[in-house]
């Protein structure tokens, strides 16, 4: 080294080398400096722009699934027709068919647009009975049946306008295409219009929408997520029933008791493993073992649930590991000193005092499995159902459909009235997920304890 | 007997034997419990362990294994001569377990199902009624097998309640035949226990002996009917439920893998660029909600994705790329696919790669910024290379996440299984065959419906090997900075 050598480098590159004027090469520096902390700004904003474009998406099509059109009028519930015999037998009261129901609603908004003056246009009867929803009759039938008192007398209904009345106020008709669609037509748009003036026809909240069955294809009005939200909950008990107690009997025998031994690490590598096999996977085993094999029924949330607890069981055991091993030694030196076995040990004091940290791991698995579908697609949950299942446990072997499977099936369907019931649906979905990660967190900050 | 019955009259047995046990151990000592080894409620607890614990084991096993016992008499009631061409005697005992279901469904109603049996069009009409559709009028002989098996199904409930009440009492009268002061009752309990803990530990091997005897069992029954090289090389899907199908598994993992690089493309970028900027230059504040939120992407159903990928992403991507490129007019398209899934592992590798950046030592960075570089400077340079291997694991674990999806590509992907480079069309994949070959009415003895397992292999040796590398880069990376 000799002393000739320029101390700075790169003198030679800047002659006018100062402190206060930067050269060309450290603005350089300093401009990629800012670009590549804006490259992660934007990063991130993009992140939070899809989960808001996400969000907005979903509210947008779902929240006109909460509302729906309703047809309100008096209907006469005439003996002659409903009730032949005149002895109220219910054997005989179950005759009058749906079609009769719906000839009595035809009839009484007929009536009532009358008693309105409404002029009704070119509009024939029978496209006037198509404005009020399929599903109508055999919601009225189902209230005579339940009270045959009812018969003889006027009753202030409260019907399902149909799906494309509906449609027409959220946006999903037009009188253009309207006037391409076999099932409504323009006039009768125009008709509903004044109906609506007229307060025969309101928007209303639809509670429906939460208590009600599925309906077949043609009557997204009608289509409620009752059966679905029941199934989901039976599942939901079939897993909390089943993959907390073997799920934190577990996590106690390989973080407490387990020696460390081949069969120790293979049971370790085994849980890591399975928390990352594609939910699939757990359907096809699913249906292999509990349909085929043990012959269990298809549809039932009892073969839902186990499979999703077999799916949820890494999920709650990693979290409850993570909560016992947070205990420190010196609580179970302690009990063991004062002379408690082990067991005790464990029930009395470590488990206590993991309990927040492992009913959050299981909410949170217990959210992931309440979202699950793909398993439950091939275990036969996509079936049709419209009758509630039974009180359990015998009601876990019925039919059932569950949320999100239900949810597929009616994007599934050719009305696009169904996309806003899916939506809704979703809406549904994100306000359990929500609740239980709220609850989630509440035990997390209330319980915590740092040792 | 119902099952919720005897679950109760099984858990009041226990509470008796908790009650009695006690009270003998504590009479046998005439109240002094000094005497005794144990506590007095350890005394009850054994007694009602071993009351109730292997009665419900019982039922669980009896209700598993009792279709294969069952069914056995019933198949061979079935006449092989009135068998439909084509149709399997398996695929009869479908129809008479539907029948069987059937009439059970009809007898809960309180209707008389005995003349039912006699006439098969009679039969047909009643269960239609009751939602469970029949192609085809039973044959005498499936009639005799449904009762048969309706006779036995009724014979093993009765048999099980009554094993199962047997078992508890025996139970219950062995517990406390071996009380007495000397008795290590806490000792037993605690073995009793630990057994019940060993169990547990072992379901999780159990699953995955299942998942994998289910997938290997029914793969090799595929691969006697269809030959497996041309399952493996074939360039063709095209099942038909006639036979003559062809089913290559190449068109599919072609999709596959195309839906997951245009999502890693997608959240690799967006995922590596956050969780750098989140771990080196964001305030705590800033970290403390940003974090979390972005967190949200992965705890959001997937099928949640999947309708925002058919309702949304998927018409604007045809209505303002695809159609006006001139690239293909349909809705669902690998690129709509890839994007949505794209956002859903955005948090995937985001997190994880977030934790291993902090992990790398701050010494580093310190070196690095002592020496005149500038932050970004030491990202690139110090901190990304000391991380990479994690960060590999991070991507790779995303790679397996996206493979495994299902409910994205279902939705957003399209149901065409062929080879093509453009990402505006409709491709397959793995996940989506799976499901449409196994939903729905299907005969279990078709290569058509079997070949579901085979991909279904596919799919879990392909996501075991991903995860295992991405585990031992992983754990590897931590040793070096522990």
């Known amino acids: 080294m000799t002393a000739s050598a320029p101390l700075n480098p790169r003198a030679h590159h800047d002659t ?99 008693a309105k003056g409404i002029d009704i246009g070119a509009i024939k009867p029978k496209d006037l009975a198509k404005m009020i929803s399929e599903e109508s009759p055999a919601t009225l039938r189902n209230r005579v049946l339940a009270d045959p008192a009812l018969i003889g007398t006027t009753v202030q209904v409260t ?31 125009a008709l509903a219009d004044k109906l609506k003036t007229a307060g025969v026809l309101s928007m209303q909240v639809n509670p429906g929408f939460l208590t009600m069955p599925d309906a077949s294809d043609k009557r997204p009005e009608a289509a409620g997520l009752g059966v679905a939200i029941m199934g989901s909950i039976y599942m939901m008990l079939v897993v909390l029933v089943l993959a907390l107690p073997i799920g934190v009997a577990a996590s106690v025998y390989l973080e407490e008791f387990a020696p460390k031994n081949k069969i120790t690490d293979l049971i370790e590598v085994n849980i890591a493993n399975l928390a990352a096999v594609p939910s699939i996977v757990y359907g096809i085993l699913g249906l292999s073992i509990f349909i085929n094999f043990a012959g269990l029924p298809q549809s039932a949330p009892i073969v ?31 009990a063991l000193g004062v002379g408690a076995s082990r067991l005790q040990t464990i029930t009395h004091h470590v488990l206590p005092l993991a309990m927040p940290g492992i009913l959050t791991g299981t909410i949170i698995g217990l959210a992931q499995a309440l979202g699950e579908t793909a398993p439950l697609l091939l275990i036969g949950m996509v079936a049709f159902v419209r009758d509630f299942p039974g009180a359990p446990p015998e009601g876990l072997f019925d039919p059932a459909s569950a949320l999100p499977v239900q949810i597929y099936n009616w994007t599934q369907r050719g009305d696009p009235g169904f996309v806003e019931r899916a939506s809704g649906a979703i809406i549904v979905l994100l306000v359990f997920l929500i609740a239980m990660n709220a609850v989630a967190i509440y035990f997390r900050r209330k319980f915590e304890r740092r040792w | 007997m119902s099952l919720g019955l005897l679950s109760i009259i099984l858990l009041v047995l226990a509470v008796a034997g908790y009650v009695l046990g006690r009270r003998k151990a504590v009479s046998q000592v005439e109240g002094d419990i000094r005497k005794l080894h144990s506590l007095p409620p350890f005394y009850g607890r054994i007694t009602a362990l071993l009351t109730a614990v292997p009665a419900f084991f019982l039922i669980a096993a009896w209700l598993l294994a009792q279709p294969l016992f069952l069914e056995n008499k019933a198949i061979s009631l079935i006449n092989p001569a009135e068998l439909p061409a084509g149709k399997s005697a398996q695929l009869v005992m479908a129809d008479v377990r539907r029948v069987a279901a059937g009439l059970n469904m009809l007898a809960a109603r309180g209707e008389d199902v005995t003349p039912l ?37 009724k014979t093993s409930r009765l048999a099980m309640t009554i094993a199962a009440l047997v078992l508890a009492v025996a139970g219950l009268a062995f517990g406390l035949s071996r009380i007495n002061p000397e008795y290590r009752a806490r000792n037993a309990t605690e073995q009793f226990a630990m057994w019940l803990l060993i169990g547990s530990s072992l379901v999780a091997v159990l699953t995955t002996v299942g998942i994998v005897a289910s997938l290997l069992f029914e793969s090799i029954h595929f691969f006697q009917l269809y030959p497996i090289s041309d399952f493996l090389f074939s360039a063709t899907w095209t099942p038909k439920f006639g036979g003559g199908s062809s089913l290559g598994i190449l068109p599919l993992l072609w999709g596959t893998l195309y839906v997951s690089a245009i999502a890693l493309v997608v959240a690799v970028p967006i995922g590596l660029m956050s969780a750098i900027y989140l771990a080196e230059y964001a305030s705590k504040a800033t970290r403390a909600w940003v974090k979390p939120a972005i967190e949200i992407l992965a705890g959001i159903p997937t099928i949640v994705y999947g309708l925002f990928a058919l309702v949304t992403v998927g018409p604007l991507l045809r209505d303002y790329f695809a159609q006006p490129l001139g690239l293909g007019n349909s809705s669902s398209s690998v690129m709509t696919a890839g994007l949505v899934m794209g956002i859903m592992v955005i948090p995937f590798v985001s997190s994880l790669s977030d934790d291993i950046i902090n992990a790398v030592p701050q010494s580093l960075r310190d070196g690095s910024l002592g020496l005149g570089a500038t932050p970004s400077e030491t990202i690139k340079q110090v901190v990304v290379p000391a991380a990479l291997p994690g960060i590999v694991g991070a991507v790779l674990l995303a790679a397996s996440r996206a493979i495994g999806e299902t409910m994205i590509v279902v939705m957003g992907a399209g149901a065409a299984a062929q080879l093509s480079l453009n990402p505006f069309e409709a491709m397959t994949t793995v996940t989506v065959k799976i499901v449409s070959q196994l939903t729905g009415d299907t005969e279990f003895a078709s290569p058509e419906t079997l070949v579901a397992f085979a991909l279904g292999l596919t799919l879990f040796c392909l996501t075991l090997a991903l995860n295992i590398v991405a585990l031992v880069i992983v754990r590897k990376y931590r040793e070096q900075y522990e």
């Open chain 1, 304 to 334: 839902g649930g186990l499979v999703l607890t077999l799916m949820t069981l890494p999920r709650i055991i990693i979290p409850t590991r993570a909560a016992l091993k947070a205990v420190p030694p010196s609580i179970r030196d302690a």
């Open chain 1, 159 to 189: 019907v399902l306008a149909s799906g494309r009345i509906d449609g027409y106020y959220k946006g999903r008709v037009t009188m253009e295409s309207a006037a391409l669609d076999k099932n409504t037509s323009p006039e009768q748009l």
């Open chain 2, 117 to 153: 049996l006699a006439s098969p069009s009679a039969l047909k009409t009643a269960l239609n009624g009751a939602g469970v559709v029949l192609e085809t009028e039973p044959t005498p002989s499936t009639l005799a097998a449904t009762a048969a098996l309706r006779d036995a199904g």
């Open chain 1, 16 to 114: 006018r080398a100062s402190l206060l004027v930067q050269d060309p090469r450290t603005k350089a520096r300093n401009a990629t400096e800012k670009r590549f902390r804006a490259y992660g700004l934007s990063a991130i904003v993009l992140a939070l722009l899809a989960l808001v474009w996400l969000l907005i998406s979903i509210f947008g099509n779902g929240l006109p699934a909460f509302k729906q059109s309703f047809i309100t009028m008096p209907v006469t519930l005439d003996a002659a027709l409903l009730d032949k015999g005149g002895k109220r037998d219910p054997a005989d009261l179950a005759k009058a068919t749906t079609i009769a129901y719906g000839k009595l609603l035809a009839s009484a908004l007929q009536a009532e647009i009358a």
